[in-house]
């Protein structure tokens, strides 16, 4: 069964940082391209960072605004999102979602279409206190 799996939430204070990991079962992730999302609760999904499948290349939200980190670890078969300076407006449930195809291998997959994913994992809780 082909699944992504999250996990790394939690809660933290203003200011402080978690790490998110995505981490796949039952296939390789060499040849897909991860994004995050997140959705609050009565918000529509948002897109939050991208990563192309071999180059490394990424694509931020406006609203992270250069707090988040993505990384891909092809040889653990997990990717990262390196969350820093955390506000309480970060909360949300964080999905990672994978994308196949060589469109993507050069590219960050666009966090604006849903579509192009072709996997999506449950979710991982990630809560900022003021």
């Known amino acids: 069964q082909l699944q992504l799996v999250e996990s790394g939430g939690g809660l933290v204070q203003s200011g402080g940082s978690l790490r998110l990991y995505c981490a796949a079962s039952?296939?390789?992730?060499?040849?897909?391209?991860i994004a995050w999302f997140r959705q609050a609760p009565g918000k529509e999904r948002e897109g939050v960072s991208s990563?192309?499948?071999?180059?490394?290349?990424?694509d931020y939200a406006y609203s992270v605004g250069g707090r988040f980190t993505i990384a891909k670890d092809n040889a653990k078969n997990t990717v990262y999102l390196q969350m820093n300076s955390l506000k309480p407006e970060d909360t949300a449930v964080y999905y990672c979602?994978?994308?196949?195809?060589?469109?993507?291998?050069?590219?960050?997959?666009?966090?604006?279409?849903?579509?192009?994913?072709?996997?999506w994992g449950q979710g991982t809780q990630v809560t900022v206190s003021s």
């Open positions: 979602a994978a994308a196949y195809g060589s469109t993507w291998y050069h590219q960050p997959p666009s966090i604006t279409e849903e579509s192009i994913y072709d996997y």
């Open positions: 990563i192309s499948a071999f180059g490394g290349s990424t």
């Open positions: 039952g296939f390789a992730l060499t040849h897909y391209a």
